[in-house]
C-alpha cells in the first residue's frame, strides 16, 4: 500500500528491476544531495547589473546559523545573538489524484519535495533526513497512517530532529495527531511558507498583510493545554476564594486568545486598507500623466528582480532563495525609442500559494491587473517550467483583470537551460522570449519586444507651441510618438500623436495660425 524511504533497503544487482520503494529512495536521496539545484552548483551569482546588494548584506548577517546556542552566556548578546539551526525531516506524499492528494506521480512528488527542502533552507533549517510515501490519498487522521507515522517517529529520534515538515496543507486535527506521535513540532507547506514572508517583509504594508495572513492561519488551529482549556473566573467559584466579581459564565483561555486574534485582524485589516489611498494616489498620477506600466510576474526564484536590475539597473535584492522578494519595487524606464514607462517587480508565486496570502496580498498584486503589460519570468532551467507556468496563471486567475492584461512568456536562465526544454517551451508558448539576466542574452529583443506591445498614443496633433512651454515639448518626447518636429520663429513646430490630455493642454497653449 504505501513505500517509505528507508536507509535499510538493498540495492538491486544491475540484472535486477528495481523495486517502487527503491525508486522512492532514489528520489529522496536526490532531494537531500540537492542534486540539480542552484544551491548544489555554488549559491547566488550577481552580475554587475545587481550594483552594491547591501540589503543581501543585512539579510545574511540576521541569518541563523548552525552550533550557536539561543541560550544567553552575556548580555550584550541580547541584540545580535543568532538562532540555532531547527534540523528538519521533510514528508511527502503521492499517489492517485483525489481529495487531499499532493501529487500524482512520483516525478510530481519530487519537484515538489525538492521545493520544499528549498523553502526549509530558504527559513533557515537544516534538511537531516526525508521520508516519500505512496498512498491513494491522505490518512485523514495523521495523514501518514499510524503505521507510517510511528516510522516517522523512530526516524526523528535517529536523526535528532526537532521539526517535521509535511508537503501539504494539514488539518488542524491531523498536526495535532501526528504531533502526539512524533513528538516534535509538526509543521505544513502553508505555514513555512508563511515563516519565510514574515521574515522577509520589511515595508509597513508587507508586515501587516503578512500578520494577517499568519493569524488567519493560526485562528482554527490553536490548541490548549492543561491550565489552557480551564474556566477563567467562570461558574460558582466563590467557594474558591475569587469572591464577588468573579461568577458568571467564564471564557476558556483559548476563547480568549481567539478573541484577541479577532480583534488584531480586524485592526490589521483596517490598516492596510489605510495605506491602500496612497498607492492608489501614486498609480492615478501615472495614469494622469499617461505613463505605460509593465508588471514583472512570475514563479519565486525565476529571476524577476535580477531582470528588473538588467532593465533598470535598479540594484534591488537579488538571492538564490524563495520568497526574497516582497515589497514590489516600481522603477522608471524607457523605450528603446525614449518612451516612459515603469517596471514593477511582484512577489513571487508558487504551488499550492496559501489562499491567505493571495488574500493579504490582494492590494500588492493588483500591480499585476493595472499593468499594461505583463513580463511573465520563468526559469527555463526548471526541471518542471510548465508547471510554474500553470501555478502562476492559477493565482492570476484569483486577480479581477489579470487575465485580461496582454501577457509575454520571459523564458530566463538560458545560459542554464538546455535548448531541448527552451524548445518545448517555445512550442507551447508563442508569445515568448528567451533571455538571461545574469549574461544579458536577448535583453536588446526583451525592450524591442516591450517598445512594440506597450499601448501607443492614440490622438494626433499638429501644433506649434511657444518656447516658453518647453515643458510640453519635453513631456511630448517623453509619452508621445514624434512624426516632425522644427523650431520656428513662433516656437516649436510639432506633428506627433499623444494622449488625450496632453492633446488638450497642447492644443490650448498651442500658437495660432495665420
Known sequence: MSETHSTTTPSPTPDE???PQQVADDVVARVLARAGTALHAGGTVHSSYDGDQLDLE???SLRRVAGLSTELEDVTEVEYRELRLEKVVLVGVWGSSGAGAANGTLGEAEVSLRELAALAETAGSQVL???LQRRAKPDPGTYLGSGKAAELASVVAAVGSDTVVVDGELAPSQRRALEDIVRVKVVDRTALILDIFAQHAKSREGKAQVELAQ????LPRLRGWGESMSRQAGGQVGGAGAGMGSRGPGETKIELDRRRIR???AKLRREIAAMQPARLTKRASRRRNAIPSVAIAGYTNAG???LLNRLTNAGVLVENALFATLDPTVRRAETV???VYTLADTVGFVRALPHQLVEAFRSTLEEVADADLILHVVDASHPDPEGQIAAVRHVFADIPGAMDVPEIIVLNKADLASPEAIARLRSRELHSIVVSAHSGEGIAELQALIADQ??????SVDVVVPYHRGDLVSRVHEHGDIDHEEHTADGTALRARVDESLAAELEAAAVRRA
Open 454 to 459: 506597450l499601448p501607443r498614443p492614440g490622438v
Open 337 to 339: 525609442d525614449g518612451r
Open 304 to 306: 524577476k528582480s535580477s
Open 263 to 265: 480583534n488584531r485582524m
Open 129 to 131: 533526513e526525508g521520508l
Open 17 to 19: 528491476p528495481r523495486s
Open 58 to 60: 543585512e539579510r545574511t
Open 215 to 218: 493569524l488567519e492561519y493560526l
